[in-house]
């Protein structure tokens, strides 16, 4: 829940223009703060168009509460009354927490996501209500668009590493095995080499003449023991 004063601190920060929330109450001092916004508006619509709209409510007439409007996409104008969600909102007094980034849709099948922040008074009342509109159609499309060229087969079993040097490759092909047994480097056991080799080995890594010097200075193991466990791992497998 938000402060009566949380807007008057943003207001602070847009050069001390406001006065405070303890003085916001008189028609002057309103007309301040909705001058001040229609600047903060106009900033907002021109940074972000054509897919954004400010608008600014007064609630002292709900019927013609739209005073300000930048940018249209919800095809209002100035004059026009509050919305459902503003009248409901401002009727039930259910106006001290902000609304941010909150779905709504437009005719067409147009998306949009909108906050709203209420205009406080001095008394925690509220007055009126700062809202912005981005219609994120062309957005949630493109977002559509994009994941079919990304989509790939669900076959989580291929992999395909793309490098120059075969040692990269190799370190590669280690480094997936490992994840797939669960293990890092170092390795401990003997049991654990046999199979981290075993594996390679499946996977076709001996297919390559330089496999056994790159693995044993990868591993920290000679080329005798990368033999042997090579041929360790093959009698196991001969024998299950």
Partial sequence: MQPASALPDLYTVLNGVLPPASAVGSVTDKAAVFQVLKNVAVALHRLFEPFCEVVVHDFSDFEHSIILLEGNITNRTIGGAATDLLLAKATSG???EDLYNYLTSLPGGRLMKSCT?????????????????FDITAIVNMRKLLSTFVTTEEKGDISETFADEIEETIQSLVAETLYEQGQKLPLVS?????????????????????????LADYLGLSRATVYNYLREARGDRATT
Avoid: H, M, S, W
């Fill in 190 to 214: 003997r049991e654990e080499k046999v199979e981290l080799i075993g594996r390679l080995a499946d996977k076709g890594i001996f297919q390559v003449k330089k496999a056994v010097p790159i």
């Fill in 117 to 133: 922040v209420f205009l406080r008074d001095g008394q925690g009342q509220a007055y009126g209500a700062f809202c912005v509109n």
């Fill in 94 to 96: 259910e106006t001290d």
